[in-house]
């Protein structure tokens, strides 16, 4: 399952784009955006994915489905 940010919660500080291992998190205009397809949510890289743990202002969760 893959991650998801809200745009009205991003500050666009950019700390979970550069802690992502697979490349998932780009940015156009400081709105950023979780590729799907790309998010293993971090396994074999860390214990839990970085970019929850890392947002300062709780902008990711985890998709529903």
């Known amino acids: 399952m893959a ?4 745009p009205e919660v991003c500050s ?6 550069a ?6 998190i ?3 205009k400081k ?5 799907p397809d790309k998010c ?3 396994v074999g890289s ?4 970085m970019c929850v743990s890392l947002c300062p202002n709780g902008a990711i969760s ?4």
């Open 31 to 35: 709105v950023y955006k979780i590729n």
């Open 19 to 24: 802690e992502c291992p697979n490349t998932a």
């Open 46 to 49: 860390y214990d839990s994915p």
């Open 40 to 42: 293993q949510e971090c």
């Open 62 to 65: 985890q998709i529903a489905g």
């Open 12 to 17: 666009a500080c950019g700390a979970c784009e």
């Open 3 to 6: 991650y998801q940010i809200d």
């Open 26 to 28: 780009s940015h156009k």
